[in-house]
């Protein structure tokens, strides 16, 4: 009993690791600029794509399928920032929620469209399988999405509290009007914050197809998880997402597997909606 | 007088386009489809698409190769003149609102004769309802939550076996592997929380109850799943002797994986049809899902028998071998077309009161079903199927029951 409690518990930190690694660029965006990115989990799946054609055409892993990804996503984030975001912005919240939307439909179209509504997998022992610890079993491309979310999670902490450049992507998204006074390009600065936002999505794609299904609408279905990640962990708080995403992970895990996992989500979004009752910021959002 | 040949010429050529216009229209008959293009299932929607283009393919054009199979002579429907059927495909969104506004969307503005579809019960649940309460005929060839005909529906018609047949058949079976010397004591009943996984899992536990095999663990989880570790871990733990699967595809492969990553392989892994038939299932864990048993009403027969020759029409469209899913499709959508050929017409109540008169033999149909005869319900009483098992991790074969064997049954359950 007790050994499958540790079971379930680690398999919930993996889990919610690949959660706090889906939703670092979601936070970044959000809480940056005050868009709401519905296109987000698309992102995702097309960095799932990226290490799918890198595997099929090259035989290669997430080595070179996760920069790879990075690279393309990147250039989407600044395409999509300068032909879409940067105009919607100045429109009212409702033009943000459908123009997102919508570019969320186009991606996952164009994907259906090109690579046809086929499941598709990558090999389960392209990250070298699974190993047992001590009775424990953890699959080595968790682990690794894992290790590379606290990674990412970290650099991007880094990035925004210790640079010139995080210190002037925050002063944009405190007060762009003074910002430009100070000669900061409010522009340039949003492309590269979405540039960043979403290469590490890529990245996250890349590693979650390791282990996960490859659909066109797998977005859909991890979508939801990160907008939670993000309202708990705080909005902006780039910490805060890999915190709240562990603790998710962690309580669907257990939850699932003490009570059942029909009602899991309704004692994770419970206990959520009951935690902002007491701190709408978030675990590490400011007030 | 220039003007007047002039209006002349005019209306006469008026009168030939509404003529032309009128005698097109009675030259196609409209079927709706809706099944999932979009979602999760979109996969299954699209194998679905491409039987029903095969099956339009049979009526439309002559194939004397079919011989006397039903509809294949001739161009079109013979019975309304060589009249084209031409379907019109509609997306549920894998959501039954969606599923429903496609039905009233198909009637009242496509106007089509009768529909077809939805894949999932618990869309054909509402779909159907559209139907019933605008008098038009649906014929659902896939659907398995047994409620679908318990409803008093009077235009609904289902062909397919449903889930009380198939619990018969694998209390039957486990039976028979006892007999053999396999452990069925305890079964655990893995299925996902829509119309299809609910339903199916109550029948069968039930039917096993009142058969005496009373050691059954539910295990649900809601469909569409980000992780499903717990549950795998719950089965680790129980042991139980048989594992059913009621599972889509996502789920399906996600349970596959996760199954191999705890290193769990229960001694036999019995599957539910839906997920585990997926051609794309298939090609993504079939590899790690070796001895899966499962059921299915299609069956190749020899080269040059009707069901070889549809097999390869659809392998060439589809790009995917013929499955039981896409099977049963075809089979709803040519049993309504036959009935509507036989009505020659198609005025709602024709089709109904033909649907009511079906009586099809094996050799008339492309799965091995003893015949299709409705009772009063709109159920096939004649419908059945048999155990196949994915002994190689890429194709299945019949191992069960023994007189339609290609393959004895393998045990235990290998995985990977």
Redesign the interface.
Known sequence: ?SF?IV??IV?GLL?GAVYALFSSGLTLVWGMMNVVNFAHGDFVMLGMYVAFVVYTVLGGGPLIGAPLAMLVLATLGVIVYFALIRDIMKGPMLAQILGTFGLALLLR?SV?WYF??????LP?NLVGG?FDFFGI?I?ASRLLAGVVALVVTLALHLLLTRTALGSKMLAVSEDATAAQLMGIRPDTMQAIAWAIAAGATGIAGALIAT???I???VG???GI?AFVTVSLGGFGSVPGALVAGLLIGVI???S??LI???Y??AVVYALFLGFLWFRPQGLMGKT | MKFRHMLGLFSAAAMSLTLTGGALAQQTVKIGAIFP????A??A??HAKAALEVAMDIINNEHPELKDFPLAKGKGLTGLGGAKVEVVFADNQGTPAAGQNQALRLITEEKVVALTGAYQSGITLTASAIAEKYGIPFVNGESVAAGLTERGFKWFFRTTPIASDFAREYYNFLTDMKAAGAKTDSVAIVHD?TEYGTSVSNTITSAFKSKGLSNIID????A????????V??L??KKPDVVIMITY??DA??FA?TM????YKPPMLLADDAGYS????L???GS?SQGVFNRSSWSLGPPGSHTAIIAKMYKDKSGDEMDDTAGRQMTGFLVLMEAINRAGSTEPAKIQAALKATDLKPDQLVLGYKGVKFDEKGQNTLASGVIIQLQDGANYVTVWPKANAMKTPVMPYKGW
Do not use: C, H, W
């Open positions: 009993m499958v079971q379930v398999g889990l179209y259906f046809g509504s086929n499941f598709n997998t389960s699974t079993r699959e282990f996960f299904y659909v066109p609408t859909e279905t991890l998880v669907e895990s257990l699932g597997y059942s996992a029909v899991k989500d | 293009f979009s979602g999760n979109a996969s929607g699209n929380n295990v649900a989880y809601p569409n799943a980000t992780d499903v570790q717990s549950q871990l719950q680790k733990e595809t996502s492969i996600l994986k191999q990553a705890q290193d997926d051609p794309s299932f090609k993504a864990a790690i």
